[in-house]
């Protein structure tokens, strides 16, 4: 089936420690997004891409990166994690298409990442 | 700017029965798109039905079905027969147009279902 694979599902880091958390998609989508969710709370968006085109949110912080090196990968650095960052972090993925403009996004299963 | 509001923090409702979750939303377009996800607890977020603001019909996926009442901006998801595979977390999500990808969510609901 095509989905959004998000690996790992657990990850636990030191605090200042660079982590990297990664996601595929089989859905050949030309979105591809990440999220910041914690407990009970609805996700945030932290970045997006359209095809190469990188959107960042205007309150994410500069410690949060992301690269996205072709249409099936998408990565989430966190250059110095801190206690606060310790969250669920959801790669989401869509189809924007003018025809059929419904197009809902598709979530992975996240990862939980633990600051040590 | 669009906002999303999702009045009841909690619900509950008892298996076999139905419920109905609120959603209201503040936009000042005429076309935009309406969704309802669901995120069972510890696992993914996936969606449950979606609405075009065009589209005067309401939506129906199964045992779910939305009441879209455009002019009062409000968007309730209708939950029959509940099972309890129900019980989750149910965001209410709002996108602007075809060409704008960001979603904007709800702060959520959740749904409790007993037997």
């Known amino acids: 089936d095509a989905m959004v694979i998000q690996n790992p599902r657990y990850q636990v880091t030191q605090f200042g420690k660079p982590v990297t958390l990664s996601c595929s998609q089989t859905?050949?989508?030309?979105?591809m997004y990440w999220y910041q969710q914690k407990s009970s709370q609805a996700p945030k968006l932290l970045f997006h891409?359209?095809?190469?085109?990188?959107?960042n949110e205007a309150d994410t912080p500069d410690n949060f990166q992301s690269r996205r090196p072709n249409t099936s990968f998408c990565f989430l650095d966190i250059r110095s994690p801190g206690l606060g960052d310790a969250a669920m972090y959801l790669c989401?993925?869509?189809?924007?298409?003018?025809?059929?403009?419904?197009?809902?996004?598709?979530f992975g299963d996240g990862t939980r990442l633990s600051i040590l | 700017a669009q906002t999303v509001t999702q009045s009841q923090p909690e619900m509950s409702v008892q298996e076999a029965e139905t419920v109905t979750l609120s959603c209201t939303y503040d936009t000042s377009e005429s076309d935009y798109y309406l969704f309802w996800y669901k995120q069972p607890p510890s696992r993914q977020m996936i969606l449950v039905i979606r609405q075009e603001a065009y589209k005067q019909q309401n939506a129906t996926e199964n045992r779910f079905s939305v009441n879209f009442q455009k002019a009062a901006k409000s968007f309730s998801l209708k939950i029959s027969d509940s099972q309890l595979g129900d019980a989750a977390m149910y965001f209410c999500a709002y996108r602007k147009s075809w060409n704008t990808d960001k979603l904007i969510f709800g702060t959520g609901t959740r749904l409790q279902v007993f037997p």
């Open positions: 859905l050949n989508h030309n979105v």
């Open positions: 891409y359209y095809d190469k085109d990188f959107n």
């Open positions: 989401a993925t869509s189809r924007r298409d003018r025809v059929y403009s419904n197009q809902p996004q598709h």
